[in-house]
């Protein structure tokens, strides 16, 4: 069985601050990780994805098998971060994703 | 279409009624999903389309709950005489095969039971 953790509901920080949201996995295979991220009143949207090693609006994802984790991180934190994020796992068998519960992330000025 | 678009928006519904929940994925995407995202429970997964295939029902939490794609395009999630714990924002998403390049999702159809 595949599991997504999200140990943190909320998250707050101070602008300029760094932030790291956490996501642990629990999956026997070699897994795809993927973030999502839902700002205010807007449809859920792709952050980024393990696979492409790449770096949106400042926010990294290193995937850590040792640990088990694929935690989101941004040295500098900025307001418009604030948002609904969501951790995802994609199993071998590549048909459907496996979300987290979410972290609401607050970015306080 | 230009992106995922969910029917209605908004629908509030007395107890015991049946209700329609209708999805139109981007053009020539051929897997379509259905989650279910409540308050502390993040999203849950309800059941997956992948072209011809028979679908992946798994996840529909019972047997009143069924969905259909017709023409591997439009699904309609359908619900049966609906409870109030099924209140929740129902999410349809789509992505060209398989979920390996993630999920385009649609605005969501927020379902309230009274």
């Known amino acids: 069985a595949q599991r997504v953790t999200q140990p943190e509901k909320l998250l707050s920080v101070f602008k300029g601050a760094p932030v790291e949201l956490k996501c642990n996995y629990s999956?026997?295979?070699?897994?795809?990780l993927f973030w999502y991220v839902q700002y205010s009143r807007q449809r859920l949207q792709l952050l980024l994805r393990?696979?492409s090693r790449e770096s949106i609006k400042g926010f990294t994802a290193d995937l850590n098998k040792g640990e088990t984790s694929f935690h989101l991180k941004k040295p500098f934190a900025q307001e418009e971060d604030s948002a609904m994020y969501y951790c995802a796992l994609m199993g071998t068998s590549g048909s459907r994703l496996t979300f987290g519960e979410g972290t609401q992330l607050t970015v306080n000025p | 279409g230009a992106g995922v678009s969910q029917s209605p928006s908004n629908k509030v519904t007395e107890k015991g009624k049946d209700v329609e929940l209708r999805c139109d994925p981007i053009s020539g995407h051929t897997a379509l999903y259905w989650y279910r995202q409540s308050l502390g429970q993040g999203l849950e997964f309800l059941i997956y389309f992948q072209g011809n295939s028979a679908p992946d029902k798994s996840g529909l939490p019972s047997d009143r709950f069924s969905a259909e794609r017709t023409g591997g395009s439009v699904s309609t999630l359908t619900i049966q005489r609906t409870q109030q714990e099924d209140s929740a924002v129902y999410l349809c998403a789509s992505s060209p095969s398989g979920a390996n390049y993630g999920y385009t999702f649609g605005s969501g159809t927020r379902l309230t039971v009274v």
């Open positions: 393990h696979i």
């Open positions: 999956y026997s295979g070699s897994p795809e």
